[in-house]
């Protein structure tokens, strides 16, 4: 069965950078995608990035695009997000996604694409 671990939030002052880590235990060579959504309390869950793991394919919500940097290891079905210049805006609690496709366009947006949910990570930035 597919877990995922996301970890590595905290609470950093605005122009820092923090680290998530998403592993996908008991599933080596995961061939389909991983992403992080975050959200914030009464709003949508909303996009930051999604990976195919198998082929690197990687899509980048607007709101963090030069900012934030995905990298995996495709044999240990782990995704890192380095997240750097972080702002108040970005504060959230940030969830691991993984799904079996890489989704096509925009559908990687809508969190129905993803069959497997992270517990979630808080991200605090203070300004």
């Known amino acids: 069965e597919n877990q995922l671990v996301g970890y590595g939030g905290g609470s950093v002052q605005a122009g820092d950078s923090l680290r998530l880590s998403c592993s996908a235990s008991g599933n080596p060579n995961w061939k389909g995608s991983m992403g992080w959504f975050r959200q914030v309390s009464g709003n949508d869950r909303e996009g930051v990035v999604v990976v195919s793991m198998e082929h690197g394919w990687t899509y980048y919500g607007d709101s963090v695009k030069g900012r934030f940097t995905s990298s995996r290891n495709y044999g240990q079905s782990t995704l890192y997000l380095e997240m750097n210049n972080l702002q108040a805006e970005d504060t959230a609690m940030y969830y691991c996604?993984?799904?079996?496709?890489?989704?096509?366009?925009?559908?990687?947006?809508?969190?129905?694409?993803?069959?497997?949910w992270g517990q979630g990570t808080q991200v605090t930035v203070s300004s």
């Open positions: 996604a993984a799904g079996s496709s890489f989704p096509s366009g925009d559908t990687w947006l809508d969190p129905g694409k993803y069959n497997y």
